[in-house]
């Protein structure tokens, strides 16, 4: 992967960010701990999970909760696009 969370400043460069990521897994499965869209969302759930916590572990702001309904709804969406 090219790019860094750090680095994302729309929508552009975050479905930039998620293409990279894809061809990084087809590329090199290997280095993947979560090959499959089951351990995926199993593992992203458990980041989501602990994510507020860790924000306050390394003093950094806690995201509003717009930025989390918009991740529910592009991951719902994600679903259904063809």
């Not at 979560?34 to 806690?62: F, H, K, W």
Request: proline share 6%; charged share 20%; aromatic share 8%.
């Amino acid at each position: 992967m090219t790019e860094k969370p750090s680095e994302i400043r729309c929508a552009a460069d975050l479905a930039s960010f998620i293409r990279s990521m894809h061809a990084d897994l087809l590329a090199s499965p290997e280095k993947w701990e979560n090959r499959t869209l089951s351990t995926y969302l199993e593992a992203l759930s458990a980041v989501v999970d602990s994510y507020e916590q860790g924000c306050i572990n390394m003093g950094e702001p806690i995201p509003p909760v717009e930025v989390w309904q918009s991740m529910a709804g592009m991951l719902g969406a994600a679903t259904i696009y063809e």
